[in-house]
């Protein structure tokens, strides 16, 4: 997939998961149900992970290089990188208190879901500058799934 089409991808799969979330009834949206986060806090995890993708993308290629290495095998497709997130989730993984969302209510979602926005735009104009080879041959770091590349991430 080219910088572009995961550009056009990122808008329209964030797109929807804001819209299904809206969709939700009042109160639904807010509510941790069985000690899971409710569809609020999962917006605001997702929030979290774009800001500091952005802040990765952000960085000068040489520091990327030079702070995470590069790759020591072929890049993963979307469909084994959900496989191996599955598994790490499986076998317990937990994000950690970093990326855990605080409660977020009503009132804040509104805000919430125009920083994901904002974010979303960021990153896909941010990735769309990226070339395919670039994209495969930089790291960046993953709290559960561990160093992936710039087009993995």
Partial sequence: MTGQAIAERLRATHDALIGAVT???????????????SPAQHLEHI????ALTNKALGL???LLRWRFGRPNRPGR????????????LSAGGRAPSRFVPKQVDENGLTDLQAAITEHVEILARR?????????DSYLVPHPLLGKLTLREL
């Fill in 47 to 50: 929030r979290i992970g774009l």
């Fill in 23 to 37: 969709a939700l009834p009042e109160g639904v949206r807010t509510a941790p149900a069985n000690g899971k986060w």
């Fill in 60 to 62: 000068p290629p040489i």
């Fill in 127 to 135: 990735s769309a500058r990226w070339s395919d080879r670039r994209m």
């Fill in 77 to 88: 497709d979307y469909d084994a990188l959900v496989a191996r997130y599955r598994e790490k």
